[in-house]
Structures are given as structure tokens and as C-alpha cells.
T-cell receptor
Framework: DVKVTQSSRYLVKRTGEKVFLECVQD?????MFWYRQDPGLGLRLIYFSYDVKMKEKGDIPEGYSVSREKKERFSLILESASTNQTSMYLC????????????FGNGTRLTVT | SQQGEEDPQALSIQEGENATMNCSYKTSINNLQWYRQNSGRGLVHLIL?????REKHSGRLRVTLDTSKKSSSLLITASRAADTASYFCATDRADSWGKLQFGAGTQVVVTP
């Protein structure tokens, strides 16, 4: 089975801090994604990557950046955390761009105070 | 903006009953997928239906797709308490291949 591991289950950070969320997948998947999940809004795509060192903006990229230096690892960076970035962050991977389901990690619940 | 919207937002049923939830979307798709999320966990893929398919089954799950109405339904037959979860539809839009957009989900509670 595909395993997608997010480094932290819970994080509490202060406003203005730089925050790193790490995600690793073990199935050599080409694609990796970062979503945030908020009540009533479902999942919204922040960034995605179809290859190493390649990234594309999703629907809500403002305030975030990403890094993919190795195929298995996709990092989400909050350059200067703000309270409106308090959310559940979900990492996912998929085999390729065609008709491939997403495999999700268990999420990181980030609280910015 | 959200591509898929589920209906109802919440559903409460008893064990043994069937649960039906619907998803509507706005633009042409390559496929539509359904996911389940247990409380506080990541999403788990349930079923994928391509735009040229009309119905698909997997165990107690039945998914239909009507591209003319831009809608899909998920039926869970003979519900169990373990089916208690949130269910999300996700669309793989024709103009953004591989980039899924999710709805807000249907929260299903199955009571013993």
C-alpha cells in the first residue's frame, strides 16, 4: 500500500514564524499535492508538483511556497504564518496525471496564535 | 471556487439502511472520484468513474455519473456503523488534468 507520511500531526506556531510542513511518499509517485481543509469549504488546493523541482500554483497559493528537491518529498512553507492559516493541511500523491486516485497523509493540524 | 458540491450536507441513518449522496459540478471532467474521511484523518479513495462511464460498483458502493446533468451519486447499501464518515466528491476537470477539486462533503452518521 502507498504510504504518505506527514511529519507532524499537530503544530502550534506564532504569528510571523516561518513554518515547514513535510510530506514523504514511498511509492515513487510522480505527482504530489498540498491541500488545506476548512469546515464548510472542503479541500482547497494550495500547490502541486508533477516532477522534481517543478511546482504549479493551485487555487489558494498566497502566503505559501513549496519545495520538491527529491521525488519522494514535498514541503509546504508558510513564509510568515498568520492566524488565517490555522487549518488542517493534507498532503497527497498520485501515480500520474491520468485517471489516478490520490493517496493522502493523515494531515497536520496547524494552529497559528 | 468549488467545482463539486455535495448534497445533503449531513445524513443520519440506521444500520442496514441505504445512504445516498449527490454531487453536482460545473465544468467538463475527465473523471469524478469519491473519497471517505474518518474524523481527524486523511481521505481514503473509494471509487473513480471516468467521463465515458455511467455506473460503477465496488462492494457495497454504487456510483453513477450523468455528464449531461453534470451530476453524480454515491449509494452505500446496507450501511454499517463503520461507514460513519464524511464523503467527498472530487472532479478531475478537463481543463486541468490531474488536479482534483473537492466539494465540501456529506457527513454521514450511521447509528446501530
Amino acid at each position: 500500500d502507498v504510504k504518505v507520511t506527514q511529519s507532524s500531526r499537530y503544530l502550534v506556531k506564532r504569528t510571523g514564524e516561518k513554518v515547514f510542513l513535510e510530506c514523504v511518499q514511498d511509492m515513487d509517485h510522480e505527482n504530489m499535492f498540498w491541500y488545506r481543509q476548512d469546515p464548510g469549504l472542503g479541500l482547497r488546493l494550495i500547490y502541486f508538483s508533477y516532477d522534481v523541482k517543478m511546482k504549479e500554483k493551485g487555487d489558494i497559493p498566497e502566503g505559501y511556497s513549496v519545495s520538491r528537491e527529491k521525488k519522494e518529498r514535498f514541503s509546504l512553507i508558510l513564509e510568515s504564518a498568520s492566524t488565517n492559516q490555522t487549518s488542517m493541511y493534507l498532503c497527497a500523491s498520485s501515480f500520474n496525471r491520468g485517471h489516478s486516485p490520490l493517496h493522502f497523509g493523515n494531515g497536520t493540524r496547524l494552529t497559528v496564535t | 471556487s468549488q467545482q463539486g458540491e455535495e448534497d445533503p450536507q449531513a445524513l443520519s441513518i440506521q444500520e442496514g439502511e441505504n445512504a445516498t449522496m449527490n454531487c453536482s459540478y460545473k465544468t467538463s471532467i475527465n473523471n469524478l472520484q469519491w473519497y471517505r474521511q474518518n474524523s481527524g484523518r486523511g481521505l481514503v479513495h473509494l471509487i473513480l468513474i471516468r467521463s465515458n462511464e455511467r455506473e460503477k460498483h465496488s462492494g457495497r458502493l454504487r456510483v453513477t455519473l450523468d455528464t449531461s446533468k453534470k451530476s453524480s451519486s454515491l449509494l452505500i447499501t446496507a450501511s454499517r456503523a463503520a461507514d460513519t464518515a464524511s464523503y467527498f466528491c472530487a472532479t478531475d476537470r478537463a481543463d486541468s488534468w490531474g488536479k482534483l477539486q473537492f466539494g465540501a462533503g456529506t457527513q454521514v452518521v450511521v447509528t446501530p
